[in-house]
């Protein structure tokens, strides 16, 4: 799939998302982050590196579609001090706030000290990895700083970049094992674009295995 605005600009039609004030500014924000910095350069070269966006792209797609797939329950309100929903929730609030979360989840990536690591074709050492692995706590940071931009979501788009690499036995980057189902559909829209998009280091994998 490549990244063409017109993409972008159908991402609402593509998962029936209603178009509101958030996501119309998440949607900008996504377009200004592929434009500007090490995006920029490798969109301009057509670089290994601008897998990227096109999976964050991918990722909120399975991420709206999977959510939609869900049933309404008691576990969705958002509870900022544990990190998780609770209580009956309006689900299409919900579900915008995943599908944000998954759009935005990499956005700290091309923000690590040594962005070219994520062009490697080949290994990397146990200093490049812990390198590659703090784009999360970045994007965290950073979407922070947009408060007036998601009118009240900030907190929980910017959780779902923080957390996107955790796995319910605790074995991700953080060790967070209590998942909100926000983070396992989070878990799961990353790990189906993961695998079955090209990328500098890893096989492709086809969508039917």
């Known amino acids: 799939m490549k990244l063409r605005e017109k993409s972008i600009d159908d991402f609402c039609q593509i998962i029936g998302l209603k178009k509101d004030v958030e ?26 590196a601008y897998w990227i966006p096109v999976h964050s792209f991918n990722t909120g797609i399975y991420a709206g579609l999977i ?33 944000l979360g998954n759009l935005l989840h990499d956005y700290g990536k091309p923000y690590i000290k040594c962005p070219e690591l994520l062009d490697f074709k080949d290994g990397i050492n146990f200093n ?51 998942l909100s189902i926000g983070l396992i559909i989070t878990m799961i829209s990353d790990n189906i674009d993961g695998r079955t998009s090209k990328r500098p280091y890893t096989k492709q994998v086809s969508m039917k295995k």
Do not use: C
């Not at 797939?69 to 995943?98: C, H, Q, R």
């Not at 907190?155 to 991700?172: A, Q, T």
């Open 23 to 48: 996501v119309d500014n998440s949607l900008n924000l996504f377009k200004k982050w592929t434009q500007e910095g090490y995006l920029a350069k490798k969109r301009k070269e057509i670089g290994p």
């Open 67 to 99: 959510s939609k797939k869900i049933d309404d329950d008691e576990s969705w309100i958002w509870d900022a001090n544990n990190f998780l929903w609770k209580e009956k929730p309006n689900i299409k609030e919900k579900s915008k706030t995943v599908i």
């Open 128 to 178: 490049q990895k812990s390198m590659i692995k703090k784009h999360s706590l970045i994007g965290f940071l950073k979407l922070n700083y947009q408060t007036s931009i998601f009118n009240g979501y900030t907190n929980e788009v910017s959780y779902i970049s923080k957390f996107h690499h955790e796995r319910p036995d605790g074995s991700g980057y953080l060790g967070l094992k209590n």
